[in-house]
Nanobody
Framework: QVQLVESGGGLVQPGGSLRLSCAASGFTFRNYDMNWYRQAPGKERELVATITLGGNTNYADSVKGRFIISRDNAKNTVYLQMNSLKPEDTAVYYC?????????WGKGTLVTVSS
């Protein structure tokens, strides 16, 4: 069955870095656009970064220049390198795979940015 399993979240101080990973299985990973979303307490889920099946990337304005999305099709994994973290980056981060009408979600990993 389809699985997306996020890892790498945790507590980090402002200005620090974290690298999130999302391991995919149960579908043909290389054929899907991959996305990272986040949802902060009391807020709606928002799109953070996208990497297409062709490797093109796009970022929310709030993370542009600080976050980098990448993928390794040999490992069926997508990554989110997060640098210069701010308290407002605190959220549950979700991995998403999308192709046509297929849309899969992971369960999320919590990132807390606090001193």
């Amino acid at each position: 069955q389809v699985q997306l399993v996020e890892s790498g979240g945790g507590l980090v101080q402002p200005g620090g870095s974290l690298r999130l990973s999302c391991a995919a299985s149960g579908f043909t990973f290389r054929n899907y656009d991959m996305n990272w979303y986040r949802q902060a307490p009391g807020k709606e889920r928002e799109l953070v970064a996208t990497i297409t099946l062709g490797g093109n990337t796009n970022y929310a304005d709030s993370v542009k220049g600080r976050f980098i999305i990448s993928r390794d099709n040999a490992k069926n994994t997508v990554y989110l390198q997060m640098n210069s973290l701010k308290p407002e980056d605190t959220a549950v981060y979700y991995c998403n795979a999308r192709r046509l009408h297929w849309n899969y979600w992971g369960k999320g990993t919590l990132v807390t940015v606090s001193s």
